[in-house]
């Protein structure tokens, strides 16, 4: 059965860095582009990066631009969120999500229908 499971999330201190794990398990991740996402209690669920399943092409939303990096190790079935300079804005539960998208140099987080595993997320609390 296809999964997917994070890890790495915490409580970390404004300025700070983490990095997020999205492992999978049940299939490869390699005709996938992953998705990471977010949720800040009392919103709405939003995509924070991607990475295509071909060329690694990656997407960033504009407020985590130069602070958060996506790779994926498709060796280890793995993709991470390495996330720097935090701020209690990035606070929420994180989730990684896979879209079956195979030799598509492009990935899309405006649409989360086109995922069809979903993690079941991880915590990350930005604060003093």
């Known amino acids: 059965q296809p999964q997917l499971a994070e890890s790495g999330g915490g409580l970390v201190q404004p300025g700070g860095s983490l990095r997020l794990s999205c492992a999978a398990s049940g299939f490869d991740l390699d005709h996938y582009a992953i998705g990471w996402f977010r949720q800040a209690p009392g919103k709405e669920r939003e995509g924070v990066a991607c990475?295509?399943?071909?060329?690694?092409?990656?997407y960033y939303t504009n407020s985590v631009k130069g602070r958060f990096t996506i790779s994926r190790d498709n060796a280890k079935n793995t993709v991470y969120l390495q996330m720097s300079s935090l701020k209690p804005e990035d606070t929420g539960v994180y989730y990684c999500?896979?879209?079956?998208?195979?030799?598509?140099?492009?990935?899309?987080?405006?649409?989360?229908?086109?995922?069809?595993?979903w993690g079941e997320g991880t915590q990350v609390t930005v604060s003093s």
């Open positions: 990475i295509s399943s071909t060329d690694g092409i990656t």
């Open positions: 999500a896979a879209d079956y998208a195979p030799l598509q140099a492009m990935c899309i987080v405006s649409s989360l229908n086109r995922y069809v595993y």
